[in-house]
């Protein structure tokens, strides 16, 4: 089994805890900038990568690359159990492992008592962080995602970090709406690619469109936490929302100290499963 190299896990660690850091309840717009400002180097350097190397000529090759699901059979445990061989080097007692933060997401939405189909969201929302296992850069797996194609919303992590993307020297992808028509929907528009699309693409034939828009877009904060992108927005994504910032905070906040026991909670995950996927996904 492939697992990378210790440093650059935790660059991927690093990045999450920023992301939650900087979405901490009640922070201010201006806040979020000074918060940007002090991060640490290598979380600056990720989004530095990430926003200079996600073009929308990049962004089509990997939906031609991946979105065709063309790497085989898992169930969602293999899945989960693949995607845990992403092991991180810091402390394992206060660190969760990628399917121990799965299980606590879904459980925290689970007690609160949201729908089934949305537990399962909580479980499979990651998953798609097996492209690092396929080999992709951290920077095109994880962190905020945006639109590619169109002008960049200053609303989105390290704005300043553009000015280097080929994209900045295309005018026709630098207008308000880019290649696509006002309006079109988000669903039309080619997100930066990652670990939220390519887990929607996975489910897609599957699961309601609310579950789908909460894989596909929780991590493009800049629409669902900054209101940003309005002008792409239809009337299918105003209605769908409120269920991506309900998702959201228990992406963000679900983490607690107290480790899920995955043989107790097999049983009921088992069954969920069966309830909306085929034994096997197409990955
Ligand atoms: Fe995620
Ligand atoms: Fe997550």
């Not at 201010?28 to 926003?51: C, I, Q, W």
């Not at 919303?153 to 290649?179: C, L, M």
Request: glycine share 6%; net charge negative; aromatic share 14%.
């Amino acid at each position: 089994m492939s697992v990378r190299d210790a440093s650059e896990q935790s660059a991927m660690e690093k990045v999450e805890n920023f992301v939650k850091g900087r979405y901490q309840p009640g922070k201010s717009e201006s806040e979020f900038r000074v918060y940007d400002a002090h991060a640490k180097p290598g979380v600056a350097e990720f989004y530095r990568l990430n926003h200079e190397n996600q073009t929308l000529d990049y962004v089509l090759r990997k939906e031609e690359q991946y979105f065709g699901l063309k790497r085989g059979k898992k169930t969602v445990w293999e899945a989960a159990d693949y995607l845990n061989t992403l092991v991180d080097d810091s402390d394992p007692d206060t660190d969760l492992s990628q399917l121990e933060h799965l299980l606590q997401t879904a459980e925290a939405i689970r007690r609160d008592g949201h729908p089934r189909w949305m537990i399962l969201v909580g479980f499979l929302h990651d998953l798609g962080k097996c492209l690092c296992l396929y080999g992709e850069p951290q920077w095109g797996v994880v962190g905020d995602t945006f639109p590619v194609g169109c002008a960049w919303s200053e609303k989105v992590v390290f704005p300043e970090f553009f000015a280097k993307n080929p994209d900045a020297r295309a005018p026709h992808y630098q207008t308000k709406w880019g290649i696509y028509d006002p309006g079109c929907g988000l669903e039309n528009v080619h997100m930066s690619f990652g670990h939220d699309g390519y887990i929607a693409e996975v489910v897609k034939k599957h699961l309601r469109d609310e579950a789908l828009y909460m894989l596909r877009f929780h991590s493009f904060y800049a629409w669902h936490k900054h209101g940003a992108y309005e002008h792409l927005q239809n009337d299918k994504d105003r209605a769908m929302l409120p269920w991506v910032q309900k998702f959201s905070s228990y992406d963000l906040y679900s983490k607690g100290h107290t480790k899920p026991n995955v043989a107790e909670l097999k049983p009921f995950y088992d069954e969920l499963f069966a309830e909306f996927l085929p034994e096997k996904l197409d990955w």
